[in-house]
């Protein structure tokens, strides 16, 4: 990507998505991220595979059942009892961000992260960032080289 397409915050993303795929998302460093703690404020996502098992009414009691315990550590006396309840937290559950970056970082994270390799979490959160860049400037989606979350992945060419 040329100099000037690698320069400045001028694209910005809201991201909602689960703590484990965040983990990923976290590695770019070109960026600028501003972070909320984690919490379980926002829900948690239930993964289709916990869906296609029929374990998924086995699954949200779990996860209510974090989200219970969290809560009484936060509310516990001790002046790091909110910080302490964050390592209870299950992955699950949605984390806010917002991502600052130029136009190469959303190119480079939305074809890095789309790939049928990587989590379904990521993938959309970058075919998201590619379809809001191109939404808005609909001459750059040329450049994006984007692999479409909505097509069947098959397992056996990841």
């Given at each position: 990507?040329?100099?000037p ?6 694209f ?7 703590i484990?795929?965040?983990?990923d998302?976290?590695?770019?460093r ?7 703690d ?12 916990v ?9 949200e009691?779990?996860m209510?059942g974090?989200?219970?315990?969290v ?10 009892a909110?910080q302490?309840?964050q ?8 984390k806010?961000?917002l ?9 480079y ?5 789309t790939?049928p ?5 990521y ?36």
């Open positions: 990507m040329l100099r397409f690698s320069a400045g915050q001028q910005r993303f809201d991201i909602l998505m689960d484990g795929g965040f983990r998302m976290h590695r770019h070109r960026c600028v991220q501003i972070m909320k984690f919490t379980t404020v926002h829900g948690f996502d239930t993964p289709a595979e869906e296609a098992a029929g374990s998924r009414s086995e699954y009691t779990a209510r974090a989200e219970s315990a809560l009484k550590i936060a509310s516990s006396r001790g002046d790091e909110a302490n309840a390592y209870g937290i299950p992955l699950g559950f949605r806010r961000t991502f600052k970056m130029d136009f190469a970082e959303a190119v994270i939305s074809e890095l992260r790939t390799a990587g989590h379904t979490s993938r959309n959160v970058a075919y998201a960032m590619y379809e809001a860049v191109a939404a808005k400037y609909p001459e750059l989606a040329k450049y994006f080289r984007v692999h479409d979350v909505r097509e069947p992945v098959d397992l056996l060419k990841r």
